[in-house]
């Protein structure tokens, strides 16, 4: 008989490479959202922040500097939110980018 060297072809993905964390598609975005409540009033929420990060200390240091209420909700899909009361949508960001917990560029601000 003859030995036949036979390749069975593998799944290639195109973007197994995209999910190291130096390429640029992969980056962890944080979203700040506002939601509109009733009338005038409205909620900010932040999500996407690193899972090492207390959240608590984040939101005692935003509701000290913001002069505003909020708390932390933990969400099934979402994980951990920060809501905080008013439109802090770029106070919120300005904080994060001082306070060194993201860069400017991974922060991405949704809303009217």
Do not use: W
Not at 73 to 89: A, M, N, S
């Amino acid at each position: 008989m003859v030995d036949i060297d036979i390749q069975i072809p593998t799944t290639f993905d195109p973007f197994a490479e995209a999910t190291d964390s130096g390429a640029p598609g992969a980056k962890e975005y944080v979203h700040v959202r506002i939601q509109q409540r009733n009338g005038k009033k409205s909620l900010t929420t932040v999500q996407g922040l690193k899972k090492e990060f207390s959240y608590e200390k984040i939101l005692k240091d935003l509701k000290k500097d913001f002069c505003c209420n909020g708390n932390v909700v933990q969400d099934k899909e979402l994980g951990k939110v920060i809501q905080l009361q008013g439109d802090q949508r770029k106070k919120v960001a300005n904080f994060l980018t001082r306070a060194g917990l993201v860069k400017k560029d991974q922060i991405k601000i949704h809303g009217f």
